[in-house]
């Protein structure tokens, strides 16, 4: 298994990938419960799948992914 122990509080180091995507997003290193609470009210993200799965996150990404694509490009 990956080194998970930075990425993780030290109760979900042990957690199987599968147990993790399906853990609390406060199980992630630097969210606390108050985050969490934040979360769901706001966006109905419970866990870490919720998290990664979210359409704001994947479209963040897309974002950001594409405006390096376009300055690599440039660049060129």
Avoid at 15 to 34: N, R, Y
Avoid at 48 to 68: G, H, M, P
């Amino acid at each position: 298994m990956a080194d998970i122990a930075k990425h993780v509080d030290k109760a979900y180091e042990s957690k199987t990938f599968d147990e993790l995507a399906e853990s609390p997003v406060d199980a992630l290193e630097g969210l606390s419960k108050k985050d969490a609470e934040l979360l769901d009210q706001a966006f109905k993200i419970r866990t870490i799948r919720d998290l990664a799965e979210s359409k704001f996150v994947l479209r963040a990404q897309a974002i950001v992914n594409l405006a390096t694509a376009h300055r690599s490009k440039r660049a060129a």
